[in-house]
C-alpha cells in the first residue's frame, strides 16, 4: 500500500507561480511512475505530466509543455510538479498519482494510488 500527500496548491494571479509536492508513504517509492493529472469542474481527469522510477523519462501533456516540470526525490519519497506561466485555464483539482511500472502511462485508469487533491486557482 501506498498513501499518496499532495500540498502546494492556492489561489494565483495569471502569470505566477506554483510548486505542488507529492509525498508517498509506503514502501519502494523509487518503483513507481509518478504522475500528475487534473480535473475541472465538469471534466474529466486529464493527465498533466509523468516521471518515470529514476527520472529519466518525462512526459508531458501538450498545454504544459514548457510551462510546467515534473521532478522526483526519491530519498525523500516526493514527487514535484513546478507550474510557471499559469493560466485562468490551468484552475483545476490537481491529483498525483503512483504507478507501478517503470514507464510513464498516460491513461488514469492504470494508476494504483492517488492522492485526495489539491486545488489550484487562476485568477485573471
Known amino acids: 500500500q501506498v498513501q499518496l500527500v499532495e500540498s502546494g496548491g492556492g489561489l494565483v494571479q495569471a502569470g505566477d507561480s506554483l510548486r505542488l509536492s507529492c509525498t508517498a508513504f509506503g514502501r519502494s517509492f523509487s518503483s513507481y511512475t509518478m504522475s500528475w493529472f487534473r480535473q475541472a469542474p465538469g471534466e474529466e481527469r486529464k493527465f498533466v505530466a509523468g516521471?518515470?522510477?529514476?527520472?529519466?523519462?518525462?512526459l508531458y501533456a501538450d498545454d504544459v509543455k514548457g510551462r510546467f516540470a515534473i521532478s522526483r526525490d526519491n530519498a525523500k519519497n516526493t514527487a514535484f510538479l513546478q507550474m510557471n506561466s499559469l493560466k485562468p485555464e490551468d484552475t483545476a483539482v490537481y491529483y498525483c498519482a503512483a504507478l507501478l511500472s517503470t514507464v510513464v502511462v498516460l491513461s488514469a485508469d492504470d494508476y494504483d494510488y492517488w492522492g485526495q487533491g489539491t486545488q489550484v486557482t487562476v485568477s485573471s
Open positions: 516521471i518515470n522510477w529514476n527520472g529519466d523519462t518525462t
